[in-house]
């Protein structure tokens, strides 16, 4: 079993920034991918950015040049970091974390950015 713990949402104004947290109740070198995700209301959840074991980061073309996932191997806490944000960054952003064979996500967290 694996848990996550999102926190760091919040409300922005366009142009500004914030740092999402995902807390992980396992050592990060024991997960294959971590992985931020969001869904807007009435859309379907869509990746945002991930990080695999070796440090190798994507990210959807949306938020490329914005937003930077990172982690901290010693608080197994990984980080999304969201620069210049626009009112379609509005969502509930979830964390997830492929443990083996299985995909355990987090509780989500509200980021909104008025137009």
């Not at 996550?4 to 050592?27: D, F, M, N």
């Not at 991918?33 to 959807?60: E, I, L, N």
């Not at 490329?64 to 509005?90: C, H, P, W």
Request: charged share 15%.
């Amino acid at each position: 079993q694996v848990q996550l713990v999102e926190s760091g949402g919040g409300l922005v104004q366009a142009g500004g920034s914030l740092r999402l947290s995902c807390a992980i109740s396992r050592r990060l070198f024991d997960i294959n991918v971590v992985g931020w995700h969001r869904q807007a209301p009435g859309k379907s959840r869509d990746w945002v950015a991930r990080m695999f074991s070796s440090g190798t980061t994507t990210y959807a073309d949306s938020v490329k040049g914005r937003f930077t996932i990172s982690r901290e191997n010693a608080k197994n806490t990984v980080y999304l970091q969201m620069n210049n944000l626009k009112a379609e960054d509005t969502a509930v952003y979830y964390c997830s974390a492929l443990y083996g064979l299985t995909s355990y996500w987090g509780q989500g967290t509200q980021v909104t950015v008025p137009s």
